[in-house]
T-cell receptor
Framework: GQNIDQPTEMTATEGAIVQINCTYQ??????LFWYQQHAGEAPTFLSY????GLEEKGRFSSFLSRSKGYSYLLLKELQMKDSASYLC?????????????FGTGTKLQVIP | SAVISQKPSRDICQRGTSLTIQCQVD?????MFWYRQQPGQSLTLIAT?????????ESGFVIDKFPISRPNLTFSTLTVSNMSPEDSSIYLC?????????FGPGTRLTVT
């Protein structure tokens, strides 16, 4: 099975930087995703990491350490519209097929 | 990328009845996934649907309650059978394309 942990809630100030951590345990790791989900909407893809290191995409960056079972999502120059839930999800291929399991999500509130 | 549509977008149903949710993708995909997202919670995988074979259900979900059809590579249906108020949730269809996972807009189900 899989176990994915991330903080429940975070608050950060507009213009600042925030880091959302995710730890996971899985037997057949095959990639980690970050999604953004605004209230009442479907999740939208932010990033995908399968190798160790940092992936940068505009204001958003995602980091992965497979040996530590750890990832983080870094949001720079925070904007009010970044207030949303951020979901960490891990793909596991150990069951004979690829399955993506989601963490409980981190609700980020950006304040002025 | 993949564009996914779902019907209906929302419905209010009486307990004991069944509802079939349709998912249509604009490209051919091998696997389609059905998730449930209960209020304030993250996504839970119900089952994985491959074309031409029976769906694979996750722990806690059974075919009698959530029968799935996958008649071709662009379409799937999920039926929520013999509904109870505990089935009130958002049901999301998802596909994977180029290592990214895309979600449909969701079907918001309320059971009274």
């Amino acid at each position: 099975g899989q176990n994915i942990d991330q903080p429940t809630e975070m608050t950060a100030t507009e213009g600042a930087i925030v880091q959302i951590n995710c730890t996971y345990q899985t037997s057949g790791f095959n990639g980690l995703f970050w999604y953004q989900q605004h209230a009442g909407e479907a999740p939208t893809f932010l990033s995908y990491n399968v190798l160790d290191g940092l992936e940068e995409k505009g204001r958003f960056s995602s980091f992965l350490s497979r040996s530590k079972g750890y990832s983080y999502l870094l949001l720079k120059e925070l904007q009010m519209k970044d207030s949303a839930s951020y979901l960490c999800a891990v793909r596991d291929g150990s069951g004979g097929y690829q399955k993506v399991t989601f963490g409980t999500g981190t609700k980020l509130q950006v304040i002025p | 990328s993949a564009v996914i549509s779902q019907k209906p977008s929302r419905d209010i149903c009486q307990r004991g009845t069944s509802l079939t949710i349709q998912c249509q993708v604009d490209s051919q995909v091998t696997m389609m996934f059905w998730y449930r997202q209960q209020p304030g919670q993250s996504l839970t995988l119900i089952a994985t649907a491959n074309q031409g074979s029976e769906a694979t259900y996750e722990s806690g979900f059974v075919i009698d309650k959530f029968p799935i059809s996958r008649p071709n590579l662009t379409f799937s249906t999920l039926t929520v059978s013999n509904m109870s108020p505990e089935d009130s949730s958002i049901y999301l269809c998802s596909v994977e394309a180029s290592y990214e996972q895309y979600f449909g807009p969701g079907t918001r189900l309320t059971v009274t």
